[in-house]
């Protein structure tokens, strides 16, 4: 979380985001209520390089949203990588199907349309990356449930990690959003099968490594 003029900054020196992902952003603000559940090019390239770096070969996505982050993390598969990516709401599955069709990985992107909390436990899979970026009062279970299905050395990141900085504040009882994060960030320094560090990243992504 930074200012103003250094998100602007960050932005004008971070590599441009392709035009079928600008077109993708712009129909995502047109189309959709909540556009800021789009990655954006900072973080959607973050998330690339992180995928190129670890070179993926199986990737699982809880929160498709309109297929950014998906685009960008499927970019590090291996040749043989499959992404699976889970979205609960059939409405958006438009625009996010429209547009990983257009990419070089459409056939590498494997795309669910459910609750996440369902479709994992079928998912017969052991990934080397995880994103979560899905309703934030359920983080906790989505971590529980993806843990044993992640390889050792593998990892696991989670956006959203500051919740607009209300995890600094003063909450009450009827935000599960905010406790869900609270809830889940404690858990994760304090469990020792893991590392972590929480990336202040945007709003903040909780990087989590999976000890060997």
């Given at each position: 979380?930074?200012?103003?003029?250094?998100?602007?900054?960050?932005?004008?020196?971070?590599?441009?985001?392709?035009?079928?992902?600008?077109?993708?952003?712009?129909?995502?603000?047109?189309?959709?209520?909540?556009?800021?559940?789009?990655?954006?090019?900072?973080?959607?390239?973050?998330?690339e390089?992180?995928?190129?770096?670890?070179?993926?070969?199986?990737?699982?996505?809880?929160?498709?949203?309109?297929?950014?982050?998906?685009?960008?993390?499927?970019?590090?598969?291996?040749?043989?990588g499959?992404?699976?990516t889970?979205?609960?709401?059939?409405?958006?599955?438009?625009?996010?199907?429209?547009?990983?069709?257009?990419?070089?990985?459409?056939?590498?992107?494997?795309?669910?349309?459910?609750?996440?909390?369902?479709?994992?436990?079928?998912?017969?899979?052991?990934?080397?990356?995880?994103?979560?970026?899905?309703?934030?009062?359920?983080?906790?279970?989505?971590y529980?449930?993806?843990?044993?299905?992640?390889?050792?050395?593998?990892?696991?990141?989670?956006?959203?990690?500051?919740?607009?900085?209300?995890?600094?504040?003063?909450?009450?009882?009827?935000d599960?959003?905010?406790?869900?994060?609270?809830?889940?960030?404690?858990?994760?320094?304090?469990?020792?099968?893991?590392?972590?560090?929480?990336?202040?990243?945007?709003d903040?992504?909780?990087?989590?490594?999976?000890?060997?």
């Amino acid at each position: 979380m930074v200012n103003e003029k250094l998100t602007k900054y960050i932005e004008e020196h971070t590599t441009p985001e392709s035009e079928l992902l600008y077109k993708l952003d712009r129909e995502t603000h047109l189309k959709t209520f909540y556009p800021r559940m789009l990655s954006g090019n900072t973080q959607g390239k973050f998330l690339e390089m992180i995928s190129c770096m670890i070179r993926p070969e199986a990737i699982l996505e809880i929160g498709t949203f309109t297929g950014y982050s998906a685009i960008c993390l499927s970019r590090g598969l291996t040749e043989t990588g499959v992404l699976h990516t889970i979205e609960i709401n059939p409405e958006i599955q438009n625009i996010s199907e429209k547009y990983i069709k257009m990419t070089d990985y459409s056939q590498k992107i494997k795309r669910y349309i459910g609750n996440a909390l369902e479709v994992i436990p079928t998912i017969d899979e052991t990934f080397d990356l995880v994103f979560i970026d899905a309703d934030k009062e359920n983080y906790l279970s989505y971590y529980k449930l993806v843990y044993d299905k992640v390889c050792p050395g593998g990892f696991i990141l989670a956006d959203n990690a500051l919740w607009g900085g209300k995890v600094i504040q003063e909450i009450n009882n009827s935000d599960k959003e905010t406790r869900g994060i609270l809830e889940f960030n404690d858990f994760i320094q304090n469990d020792n099968r893991v590392e972590n560090v929480l990336v202040s990243l945007r709003d903040g992504i909780m990087m989590i490594r999976k000890k060997e």
